[in-house]
């Protein structure tokens, strides 16, 4: 069953992205690096996931890398979502991802590819990646512009004849620019497309004359085939002290289904000895609800859905990470983020509460 979102991630992909930029301008570049990860994620409406990963880099030549990775995301729900749709019981699926990548670096030129399959019970996902960038003023100011497409096929469990297609596509350029030795900042945008089957096989939208009456009938969720996405994120990185750093970016969202959201995200890097690195970061996610979505459906419409993740929501997440090094090619990291999301308009689940805790290691030879 499909307990995992495949939605392009509408909230936080682009800020991640931004942030990730900001960090790895200045990242040292390994011959051969090897990490391992394992993390867990669980929430109080009954979901688990385990998600442990592998992966590996490793240049070619002076100019040229290559990676490979493996996740798994093994998952354990009998949330309220999933329960009252589908099953009484607990539902148990596990994905598959096989990720592949490469780089080459021509003078002042960086170009970028990368393919990604993922498998689980009733679902399949091929997707590529394409960028390129361009560094200006002795490396101060980079441009950049990426191109993404993910064909999947949508199933359903036990329902061979249940098939359909999603098509993802998103365009993202951005401005780097270092400021000073101590800021850099960032804007990108994003440009988003999704055209096929969006809504879950698996939910059928009760109709009644209010929420609290039982169900006249229910009919399967019905979501537009097509969503175009515009996002604009803008940040900054800046070094506070010696051994510090402060990160913070925005992120305005909207869609033509109606979701303008606001996402606004800080970091703080610190290294607390010459082993010992200690990162915390807070983000505050708000969005409304689609032009569709609604609490109780008191008769059939065009589209109709219950999904919680189209409603008006906001949520905010806290978290750190300990990363510590074992010489000079060695290093351990620990994190915990805990969560909380607050639904307005969703009768079923007023709020969710969780936590995701990781750790990993990784070696660079």
Do not use: C
């Amino acid at each position: 069953m499909q307990l995992i979102d495949h939605r392009l991630g509408h909230r936080l992909a682009p800020a991640l992205f931004a942030l990730g930029v900001l960090v790895t301008t200045a990242a040292a570049h390994a011959d051969t690096g090897f990490v391992s990860k394992l993390q867990v994620y669980s929430d109080s409406d009954r979901t688990t996931v385990v998600s442990p990963m592998v992966s590996a880099t490793a240049d070619l030549d002076p100019n040229t890398g290559a990676s490979i990775g493996y996740v798994a995301d093994v998952v354990s729900s009998a949330s309220i979502d999933i329960v009252s749709q589908a099953s009484p019981t607990t539902i148990h699926d596990t994905r598959h991802q096989l990720s592949l990548g490469g780089n080459h670096t021509s003078g002042d030129w960086t170009g970028r590819v990368g393919y990604s399959f993922s498998t689980e019970n009733d679902y399949r996902s091929n997707t590529g990646s394409l960028g390129i960038e361009k560094t200006f003023d002795d490396k101060n100011t980079t441009i950049g512009a990426g191109y993404n497409l993910s064909l999947n096929r949508v199933g359903r469990a036990d329902d061979m004849n249940f098939s359909r297609d999603l098509t993802v596509q998103s365009l993202t350029f951005s401005w780097t620019q270092v400021i000073s030795p101590r800021t850099a900042t960032q804007v990108t945008y994003e440009l988003g497309d999704a055209s096929g089957f969006q809504a879950s096989p698996y939910r059928f939208v009760p109709v009644r004359a209010a929420v609290t009456d039982a169900p006249m009938y229910t009919v399967a969720e019905t979501d537009p085939d097509q969503r175009y996405r515009h996002a604009i994120v803008g940040a900054i990185n800046h070094a506070v002290g010696k051994h510090g750093s402060v990160q913070a970016d925005y992120r305005l969202y909207h869609d033509t289904w109606g979701i303008t959201s606001n996402t606004l995200g800080l970091r703080y890097f610190v290294d607390l000895s010459s082993r010992v690195e200690l990162r915390l970061r807070s983000r505050l996610y708000q969005q409304n609800g689609t032009s569709f979505y609604q609490s109780n459906y008191a008769t059939t419409l065009k589209y109709m859905t219950i999904d919680r993740e189209l409603s008006p929501l906001w949520s905010e997440t806290v978290g750190g990470k300990l990363m510590l090094k074992f010489g000079a090619r060695a290093e351990a990291e620990l994190k915990m983020d805990l969560f909380y999301y607050h639904y307005a308009d969703f009768p079923a689940l007023q709020s969710r509460t969780g936590a995701n805790i990781g750790l990993g290691v990784s070696i660079d030879y």
